[in-house]
């Protein structure tokens, strides 16, 4: 029998598993609440039962998985797998996630940044396939990166080498979750257009919503809603904006967008494109290909897997 690893993809909502074969495909699924508020060692626990109940539910002992991939948000150790901190959820500062994981489950676990484990998926089993140089862009909450060079993940000296949301794109601007000014993510994540949409749009019935999504907010500016539309556009220069610099730097055959603001379909995306088409030097845009995912929300899932797989194949890290 094929080996099997478990990804898990971990978020401020939910807790995303599943049960990958070596190949990378996705056997089946299993998602839970996070329940965040509670603090690391409450996630942890948590996922530790969220794997032993995927494995019983695939019908196999939690010693059939070879081993568990974990994709999270924020700077990391990868190494050690240890977590510096989360922007996006709080308390979680210098978490032996690999540590207490391996000592819960008996099996090798695999941390990584959630965009690496994403941007893994992508060049593994999804639009990266056959590509040996790309990047991939998460636009969820948060904004995240990851970076293929050479057919490897690119991670840097201290394993901050890809994180692309946080690409200076407005000096002196936004404040970021990080705590500088300015960051991709400060302009272009899902919860920026909420925010920059309520700050410019104070007239508008949506913008005065309890609970507005960026998701509404594009819909808006498909129904013609002329202040959703300029948030959407200047959204797409954002992304623009940040795309071209890590084109500029690295060169790569593709870029990849992923995450939940990839819903608003293609019209965002060739907005996009054409921004970049204008930014970028023109041997730059010619060699690379700017396109959506192909592996959707299961990307970070599949990306941390086969990241299990790499390690328990070949004893380094992906």
Not at 116 to 142: D, P
Not at 230 to 255: C, D, F, K, Q, W
Not at 287 to 314: H, K, N, W, Y
Request: proline share 3%; net charge negative; charged share 20%.
């Amino acid at each position: 029998m094929t080996k099997r690893y478990v990804g898990i993809d971990l978020g401020g909502t939910n807790l995303k598993l599943g049960l990958v074969s070596a190949e990378g495909e996705l056997l089946r699924r299993h998602s839970t609440p996070t329940e965040a508020a509670e603090g690391p060692a409450h996630v942890l626990a948590r996922m530790a039962d969220a794997v032993r109940q995927l494995a019983e539910e695939a019908g196999l002992a939690l010693q059939d998985v070879a081993a568990v991939g974990v994709g999270v948000p924020g700077p990391l150790d990868s190494e050690a797998g240890v977590v510096h901190f989360t922007p996006n959820l709080a308390g979680w500062i210098n978490v032996p996630v690999r540590g207490t994981l391996q000592d819960a489950l008996g099996r090798t676990v695999v941390v990584e940044n959630d965009a690496n484990a994403a941007a893994y998926g992508e060049f593994r089993v999804g639009a990266g396939r056959q590509i040996q140089s790309m990047f991939v862009l998460t636009l969820g909450t948060g904004v995240g990166g990851g970076i293929i060079q050479d057919g490897r993940l690119l991670r840097g000296a201290s394993d901050t080498g890809a994180e692309l949301g946080h690409v200076i794109v407005q000096y002196g601007g936004r404040l970021c979750g990080c705590g500088n000014r300015g960051c991709l993510e400060a302009y272009a994540s899902a919860t920026a257009v909420v925010d920059r949409f309520r700050r410019d749009a104070t007239v508008s019935e949506l913008a005065r919503r309890d609970r507005l999504e960026a998701k509404d907010v594009f819909e808006a500016a498909a129904d013609g809603d002329k202040a959703a539309a300029r948030i959407v556009s200047e959204t797409a220069e954002y992304l623009a904006v940040g795309i071209t610099s890590v084109l500029h730097a690295l060169n790569p055959e593709m870029v990849v967008l992923t995450g939940g603001m990839m819903g608003a379909g293609e019209a965002f995306l060739e907005e996009i494109r054409c921004h970049v088409r204008a930014l970028a030097f023109p041997s730059a845009w010619e060699a690379c290909q700017v396109r959506a995912s192909t592996l959707g929300g299961d990307a970070g899932i599949l990306g941390s897997a086969l990241a299990a797989e790499a390690f328990d194949r070949t004893g380094q890290r992906a």
